[in-house]
């Protein structure tokens, strides 16, 4: 667990001041405000200000607390879904995490860690190169190094808790200035908790249409969106997949980084695929994890899987397609044949949603292993987050009829990534057997209720040679190289159930991401009237996967 040493910018001097610049985040806060708020927030809330110890002090106070803190087990605890966490194991989880407060420009963050018993610590610091005067030619620095201790006051949902500011000390008092080694040090208050009395807690899992406006204005562009070249694309995940401080007083949000030794992020698919079973479910203690899933006779093949890199590894960022080869020989214990790679580098638009998972950078790859009749192809997604390795991969026989390219690029395209382990298999928790379902072709239209209306057709494109005698079409007048037929109007009601995945090939604009849940979809249709979809039925009638194939 890391503790925010105190003290720690003044000894940087001009070298911490040109790597703040180049690292730091977020716009400028204005130096009147924060000592105003800081004399404030001490008048009212009877805290004080006092000197904390030399840095070399507390670093060694640091190095000790943190042996003496790796000795200590976690209290057992629920999960979010089993009941409410007590104060002690609440504060426990949080240490292994630090809290950030900042826009992702500039040069200014509030960073703070909280200890098992609530204590916390943290530091303010603006760095502003271009403030110069007589004395200090090396720039201006607004800093707070703060302390202090939060109670648990209470739980508001399974995903959220309101935490207590019980105390909240400050090293050096508002407004008071020093030149240090040619840099003016000007201290404030701690921006992000001004004025505050309670903070919101938000858990890994939080949904985030519950989150307020507020809260995700400060964290949305530090995760959740992506510039790809001149255009800003906001991809929004379902829940929040990390903790998160918000200080409802002041409308500031902290987003949180996992400093501890255990994978805490998943590759989760959005609902399930039917004809899959899961086959291997594997977590482990440092929370990476494999999961299998295939068919009847495993001629399709899923693995989700999450692995440590070892020392001499391949990075993501330094060699992406080294990276892949290796992730592919960790997984497969087979070297790939025909491997391409697509990445950042690859731009395209309609590839967006391959390249990023909401706003973490990925890679979209392809190749064949095997030989024969044994060949099989094999499509994925990877990243990486710290030392950690993450695929999901569809590895397919030529055989397979049910898992076609285009379902696997849209269930690759809007995968998520998730601070807990939800959904990690595509296997129903009542397997439906490849027999019992029907894939189809189908024009259709919103029905009452939570059906759907389907026209079933017949795709014929160029290989069909036999169907477009049968039906009198000849290959050379077609424009698109396909044809729909057996187009009779005859309608037929489908049941569409809230958990299953439907994805649609063109997006509203300034989003990428293809899937929608049932209810989306359902408005979807009404919007845009009759639609060629590829439907995935059962022996009742129920749409278990639904897609819009591209049409040119």
């Not at 180049?22 to 000592?35: I, N, R, S, V």
């Not at 069909?464 to 050379?476: H, S």
């Amino acid at each position: 667990m890391r503790k925010i040493k105190t003290g720690s910018l003044k000894a940087a001097g001009v070298i911490l001041l040109a790597a703040l610049l180049m690292t730091g985040c977020g716009t400028k806060m204005p130096a009147e405000d924060t000592g105003e708020a800081q004399e404030e927030t001490a008048e009212s809330d009877g805290t004080s200000q006092e000197e904390t110890p030399a840095a070399d002090e507390n670093a060694a106070e640091d190095d000790a607390q943190t042996e003496d803190q790796e000795e200590v087990k976690e209290p057992e605890a629920p999960g979010p879904e089993e009941g409410e966490l007590s104060e002690e194991q609440l504060f426990f989880r949080l240490s292994d995490w630090s809290f950030h407060f900042c826009s992702g420009a500039g040069a200014w963050e509030t960073a703070l860690t909280i200890e098992p018993d609530g204590t916390f610590s943290g530091e303010y610091y603006d760095a502003n190169m271009g403030e110069t005067g007589e004395g200090y030619d090396n720039g201006t620095m607004y800093q707070c190094v703060f302390q202090g201790k939060l109670k648990k006051e209470k739980m508001i949902t399974p995903f959220s808790y309101e935490l207590k500011i019980d105390e909240i000390t400050c090293e050096r008092k508002a407004n008071e200035e020093e030149i240090i080694d040619g840099m003016k040090f000007i201290y404030t208050g701690p921006y992000g908790l001004l004025n505050a009395n309670s903070l919101r807690l938000y858990l890994p899992g939080m949904p985030v249409e519950d989150l307020s406006q507020d809260y995700m204005d400060w964290i949305t562009p530090m995760f959740f969106g992506c510039y790809l070249e001149d255009d800003y694309y906001q991809v929004l995940p379902e829940e929040l997949p990390f903790y998160g401080l918000f200080n409802p007083d002041e409308g500031n949000g902290f987003y949180s980084q996992y400093d501890g030794k255990k994978n805490v992020n998943y590759f989760s698919a959005r609902g399930t695929f039917p004809g899959l079973k899961n086959e291997k479910s594997e977590m482990n203690e440092d929370g990476t994890y494999r999961i299998e899933d295939a068919d009847e006779g495993y001629t399709a093949y899923l693995v989700n899987t999450c692995f440590p890199l070892e020392e001499g590894d391949a990075g993501m960022y330094d060699d992406s397609e080294k990276f892949t080869e290796q992730c592919i020989e960790k997984v497969f214990s087979q070297k790939p044949k025909d491997l391409y790679v697509l990445d950042r580098s690859s731009y395209m638009f309609d590839r967006a949603g391959m390249i990023y998972t909401e706003g973490t950078p990925c890679i979209y790859a392809g190749w064949t292993i095997g030989s024969n009749e044994d060949t099989r192809s094999c499509t994925a997604k990877l990243t990486q987050i710290g030392n950690y390795a993450y695929m999901f991969v569809f590895n397919m026989s030529e055989y397979d009829t049910l898992v076609d390219s285009e379902a696997i690029g849209f269930i690759l395209e809007t995968l998520q990534l998730k601070g807990r382990p939800d959904h990690l298999s595509m296997a129903a928790d009542e397997p439906i057997g490849e027999s019992e379902l029907h894939k189809f072709y189908a024009n259709v239209k919103a029905g009452e209720g939570d059906s759907l209306m389907a026209d079933e057709v017949i795709w014929l494109g160029p290989a069909d040679e036999e169907e477009m005698k049968q039906y009198g079409i000849d290959p050379a007048e077609l424009t698109n190289d396909y044809a729909i037929v057996e187009a009779d109007g005859r309608y037929k009601a489908y049941t569409l159930p809230e958990d299953t995945s439907c994805f649609v090939q063109y997006p509203e604009e300034g989003m990428f991401y293809k899937y929608k849940n049932a209810k989306d979809f359902r408005k979807w249709l009404k919007e845009n009237s009759e639609r060629l979809l590829v439907l995935y039925a059962d022996k009742n009638d129920v749409l278990r996967f639904v897609y819009e194939p591209y049409t040119p």
